[in-house]
């Protein structure tokens, strides 16, 4: 069974820019996290999807936003760019929102603002 | 709310020895579940452990163990016979019921070195 793919891997974008990263989960899996890892801050949860609907959401501003699509494909934007947001982005997909399901994480995007 | 507390920032261990990375959380939920995940330099968030608040026994996966105590609200990861490929970032994680299910919460993590 294939894993959590994203892409692109690395990314390096400009102050103001926006931009866009992809997520596929297992299949099967209906359920797709985003999280941002910096070593500031450590690991944040950004938002859940889940057939669709945005479910819950981390604080974080308005320019971070989110949807996943009927094949259970995730996209996370991120518009206007700040120096902060350079980051790992994780994506993990889950079964179910149960507390014993884990979830599984793709190899991340490296987003490099400048 | 929701916290993971992992007091370890880094540890050193030689290889073939066991060695216990600590985690202790906060929660009201009465159900949650505790996690470990292993992340080598190259990013990817790596499965270990899983334990229910309700198991009654610890859990353990091969070389990994978890050492729940509930009342002391603690969740240590036990790695028996350490390799030199476990040397990474290892987090403690959790996960509630509810709206909590759909996230996990995250310690600061404990960076493990692994000395030949």
């Known amino acids: 069974k294939a894993g959590v793919t994203q892409t692109p891997r690395y990314l390096i974008k400009t102050r103001g820019q926006q931009v866009t990263l992809s997520c596929s989960p297992i299949?099967?899996?209906?359920?797709v996290s985003w999280y941002q890892q910096t070593p500031g801050q450590g690991l944040q949860f950004l938002f859940e999807y889940f057939s669709e609907t945005q479910r819950n959401k981390g604080n974080f501003p308005g320019r971070f936003s989110g949807r996943q699509f009927s094949n259970s494909r995730s996209e996370m934007n991120v518009s206007t760019l700040e120096l902060g947001d350079s980051a790992l982005y994780l994506c993990?997909?889950?079964?179910?929102?149960?507390?014993?399901?884990?979830?599984?994480f793709g190899p991340g995007t490296r987003l490099t603002v400048t | 709310a929701q916290k993971i507390t992992q007091t370890q920032p880094g540890m050193f261990v030689q290889e073939k020895e066991a060695v216990t990375l600590d985690c202790t959380y906060d929660t009201s939920d009465p159900s949650y579940g505790l996690f470990w995940y292993k992340q080598p330099s190259s990013g990817e968030m790596i499965f270990l452990i899983y334990?229910?608040?309700?198991?009654?026994q610890n859990a353990t996966e091969g070389r990994y163990s978890l050492n729940f105590q509930k009342a002391r609200k603690s969740a240590n990861l036990v790695i028996s016979a350490s390799q030199l490929g476990d040397s990474a970032m290892y987090f403690c994680?959790?996960?509630?019921?509810?709206?909590?299910?759909?996230?996990?919460?995250f310690g600061q993590g404990t960076r493990l070195t692994i000395n030949p």
């Open positions: 334990q229910g608040s309700y198991d009654q």
């Open positions: 299949s099967g899996h209906r359920s």
């Open positions: 993990a997909s889950s079964f179910a929102d149960r507390v014993s399901y884990e979830q599984y």
């Open positions: 994680a959790m996960r509630g019921r509810g709206q909590g299910a759909q996230k996990l919460v």
